[in-house]
């Protein structure tokens, strides 16, 4: 792959049995990995490494050598896009977890958010994510994907309903994303960020 291509880390937020992220996450991987300008790759808090890890990084353990770490993972990246449902008006505990285990891995990096949920779409979730990533010294996207009642606006193949709208939407964010996160990296080269 090539050096040029901004690295990008889609990270799955929920780990909840039965969950929907992981179909939210896949289309939004694609919509991704259709441009010429990103490298995509994912992060699933429920990966049983990752969820691992992060227990032991809770519990102030040690995670097991091999593969990279999930703090490896997210430094590797030059920006982010966060996948997140609402539970209860809020975003999930795993995903506040997995974000307050990782520090400089997120400075001066963008974070996008594709969200999904009832009524709100997995809005509130996302304003309260626009609280926490500033003191992460990570900068937001101002566009956002949201599915509201996501379980009417997907189909049985995974894809959702009105691909027209939600793939224009999606192309919105990661412009978005693209132009915030070759900017800081070229910043970050030109002038190490010092947090």
């Known amino acids: 792959m090539s050096t040029d291509r901004l690295r990008v880390t889609v990270v799955v937020g929920s780990v909840r049995a039965g969950r929907f992220g992981d179909t939210v996450a896949r289309w939004v991987t694609e919509q991704a990995e259709h441009r010429d300008d990103l490298e995509v790759s994912v992060v699933d808090l ?18 097991p050598e091999g593969a990279p770490s999930f703090r490896q993972r997210l430094a590797g990246a030059d920006a982010f896009v966060v996948v997140t449902c609402e539970y209860n008006h809020g975003y999930p505990a795993s995903l506040k977890l ?3 285990s ?22 509130r979730a996302v304003e309260q994510l626009r609280q926490v990533f500033p003191e992460l010294h990570a900068v937001t996207i101002r566009e956002t994907v949201s599915f509201h009642q996501y379980w009417e606006q997907f189909g049985e193949d995974g894809q959702p309903r009105d691909l027209e709208a939600v793939n224009k939407a999606a192309n919105v964010l990661l412009d978005q994303l693209a132009w915030w996160g070759v900017s800081l990296k070229e ?3 030109k002038r190490p960020y010092a947090g």
């Open 46 to 63: 429920a990966e049983p490494a990752v969820a691992a890890e992060l227990a032991l990084d809770f519990a102030g353990g040690t995670a």
């Open 98 to 100: 997995a974000i307050d």
């Open 102 to 123: 990782a520090k400089e891995e997120w400075y001066a990096k963008p974070v996008g958010f594709v969200s999904y949920g009832g009524l709100a779409g997995g809005q």
């Open 187 to 189: 910043a970050r080269a």
